[in-house]
């Protein structure tokens, strides 16, 4: 396998997170030390890139990624960025012919979305989304289940995401919290999460009823300052939806979650069974067989906790009975990008399926404003 090469565009604490897994992936499926490089970042000031390539250990560092985008020795480029900056890199890394890793959301509205999909379909480069928790172990037998159609046909489902991380109305502002540079509040930043864990697992959604709300309207404009500024993004989202199949479902997502670190669960529920998952217990499936005898004495009917621990297909390290974190999914996700890029195979997941979360998205913010069920394609 050819060595593959990496860019990385901005370096914050996702960047961080991003450089970290690259150098573990190696170690996870015995590979070369040398087999998946990171061989420059930019960054958006000279300081702080120089600073990340002595903390990565490459050579190359600018605070412009177009000098990034036009070196040979770079094969592909991760976008650790703010949203508002996706779609303009994405366009010049698919026109120099880069493959694509970029971050959630991945964009800040959904005619960007549909032009980064676009460009990278054109140019026929790789492009993939970080959609890290697609990839624990539990998730992806969830997936199995589904489509071998232990569930039957699903009648509901719930998710929810919250956080806890503003619930201080001293907590200054940062650019989370404008909609300038981020496009949209808890619903872009952890919402992208849950809706994409459902829309995996259960498909297209088609509509969607929903409540958006800013619950601190103001916030000091900096650390210990007197000066208050406007808060445009909401805080949390309520929404009520249908996929395409018809099933109805609920999802909160909400980052003034009182006592909630990653609050992130979901539950489906159908004619022949139900599965749940939550991150605070993330190496176990729960799934209730309805075909199971309920008798005696309820028989052997009841959710039972499928083993998925850390059984990541091709895994060397850690011991597949270990519990799997943060960190390991997000390497999985990414090794999964460089073996589409290894394999020539098609990216899971795509920037199509970031364009339909992009969408359910939309439709969330246009119902708030209207009060009323939305579909996703009307304007």
């Known amino acids: 396998m050819p060595k593959i090469r990496i860019g990385l565009i901005g370096y914050g604490g996702i960047g961080r997170v991003h450089a970290a897994a690259y150098r573990a992936i190696p170690f996870h499926y ?30 190359f560092h600018s605070a412009d990624y177009h000098e990034l985008l036009a070196r ?20 010049a890394a698919a026109a120099a012919g880069k493959h694509i890793y970029c971050e959630k959301p991945l964009a800040m509205n959904v005619v960007e979305a549909e032009s980064m999909a676009q460009a990278v379909h054109s140019a026929g480069v790789k492009a993939q989304m970080t959609f890290n928790f697609r990839f624990f172990p539990a998730i992806l037998r969830a997936r199995q289940l589904v489509d071998a159609g232990f569930l039957g046909r699903v009648f509901s489902f719930r998710g929810r995401y919250h956080r806890s991380s503003y ?24 919402g992208s999460h849950i809706l994409d864990l459902l829309y ?38 309520l929404l009520q939806a249908r996929l395409a199949d018809g099933a109805l479902g609920t999802v909160e997502i909400s980052r003034m979650g009182t006592g909630a670190t990653n609050d992130l669960t979901f539950e489906i529920f159908g004619d022949r069974g139900a599965i749940r998952w939550a991150l605070d217990d993330p190496a176990w499936l729960y799934a209730f067989d309805l075909r199971d005898a309920d008798s005696p004495l309820g028989g052997e009917r009841g959710f039972r906790k499928i083993e998925a621990v850390g059984r990541f297909a091709g895994g060397k390290a850690p011991d597949p009975s270990m519990t799997p974190d943060f960190m390991r999914v997000h390497a999985e996700c990414q090794y999964q990008f460089i073996r589409s890029i290894w394999d020539d195979k098609p990216t899971s997941p795509s920037f199509d399926d970031g364009l339909h979360i992009q969408r359910i998205m939309d439709a969330a913010e246009r119902s708030s404003k209207r009060g009323a069920w939305v579909r996703l394609n009307d304007d």
């Open 30 to 59: 015995g590979l070369p030390a040398d087999s998946i490089q990171i061989a420059g970042v930019a960054t958006s000031r000279a300081e702080t890139a120089a600073r990340a390539a002595k903390e990565i250990g490459c050579d």
């Open 72 to 91: 040979a020795d770079i094969d592909a480029v991760d976008i650790c960025t703010p949203n508002n900056s996706h779609h303009a890199i994405v366009a």
């Open 167 to 190: 619930i201080s109305s001293e907590k200054p502002m940062s650019w989370r919290l404008r909609r300038a540079i981020t496009g949209g509040g808890a619903l872009f930043d952890l």
């Open 200 to 237: 995996c697992l259960l498909g297209d959604f088609a509509e969607v009823n929903a409540t958006l709300d800013t619950l601190i309207k103001e916030r000091p404009s900096a650390a210990g300052a007197a000066e208050k500024t406007p808060v445009d993004v909401d805080d949390i989202a």
